[in-house]
């Protein structure tokens, strides 16, 4: 499956940006999706997880309330919705899927990575 994040951009703290994924040459329901970043200097992290139903999300602890992952498996689009942003949410973000039968959240985990999408958060 091919994957290619878009959405990011420069935006205020305490602004908000919806990033997507899109997915092609494969059905999405097949994966877990996630969204993960790496801010300048560091590892990359997990931002979160969706089930390949989307019933079932997670969230790193900084993230919880403030994002919100959703998928449309009918457009083959994942979103990640970021509310509330601070100066630390500044990372290139990057969507990937996982041939998993549960939410996964390692990077070795999962299979297929987009190209990523620069977020930064500047006053």
Do not use: H
């Not at 790496?38 to 990359?44: L, N, Y």
């Not at 299979?111 to 977020?119: A, E």
Request: glycine fraction near 12%.
């Amino acid at each position: 499956v091919q994957l290619q994040a878009f959405g990011g951009g420069l935006v205020q703290p305490g602004g908000s940006l919806r990033l997507s994924c899109a997915a092609s040459g494969r059905t999405l329901s097949d994966y877990v999706m996630g969204w993960f970043r790496r801010a300048p200097g560091k590892d990359r992290e997990f931002v979160a997880g969706i089930s390949w139903s989307g019933g079932t999300t997670s969230y790193a602890g900084s993230m919880k309330g403030r994002f919100t992952i959703s998928r449309d498996n009918a457009k083959t689009t994942v979103y990640l919705q970021m509310n509330s942003l601070k100066i630390e949410d500044t990372a290139v973000y990057y969507c990937a899927a996982a041939s998993s039968s549960w939410l996964v959240s390692k990077p070795y985990e999962y299979d297929y990575w987009g190209q990523g999408t620069l977020v930064t958060v500047s006053s």
